[in-house]
């Protein structure tokens, strides 16, 4: 099945266009879909972002791309893969999507900081979709309690322009996010 929507790449728009882009996805419903459980879909996530199925990696990011689409994390916390006919438990070890690049403009209170997910999406930084600090780690909070955890490079360029900045912290869409554990 070929994708009807291509990965938002951040390193090739300038700001405004990714907003817009992000603005034009178009998701499957997942929240709005209620079908019975049906047990467990024999994947897991890795802390390092990595896909895994029956024990084996899923190494086609299309694929990928795909069950990201109809992923969903429960009010429990959990994360299930959900279509209109059926419900199955995917177990993640932290953070079940990962941000692979980040597009930076402006400076100071007034910048802006876009990301690059795994799944093909993308998100700017700030109220509706923050920074959050867990076990240590900086995460943003995405749609419907989703968390997208960085790539070892994109967390270096992160806390790079962390550490510009007295406490450390990023500016991001008018909002500050410590990045900080305390």
């Not at 429990?76 to 993640?92: C, F, N, R, W, Y």
Request: hydrophobic share 45%; aromatic share 6%.
């Amino acid at each position: 099945m070929p994708e009807t929507q291509p990965p938002i790449d951040v390193s090739r728009l300038p700001l405004a266009e990714i907003e817009a882009a992000i603005a034009e996805r178009r998701r499957p419903p997942v929240e709005r879909w209620n079908p019975a459980h049906c047990g467990h879909s024999d994947m897991r996530i890795d802390r390092e972002g990595r896909w895994w199925h029956a024990g084996r990696r899923i190494e086609r990011d299309a694929l990928v791309r795909l069950f990201a689409s109809v992923l969903r994390r429960e009010p429990d916390g959990s994360h299930v893969l959900v279509t209109p006919a059926e419900k199955l438990d995917i177990e993640v070890e932290f953070a079940a999507l990962r941000v692979t690049a980040l597009a930076i403009e402006g400076d100071g209170e007034g910048q802006r900081i876009a990301v690059q997910l795994n799944s093909g999406e993308a998100a700017v930084i700030g109220p509706e979709t923050p920074l959050l600090m867990r076990e240590d780690l900086p995460v943003i909070a995405l749609r419907g309690g989703l968390e997208a955890s960085f790539e070892r490079p994109v967390y270096y360029e992160l806390a790079e322009l962390a550490l510009a900045n007295d406490p450390p912290g990023i500016w991001s869409a008018g909002t500050f996010f410590l990045l900080s554990a305390s």
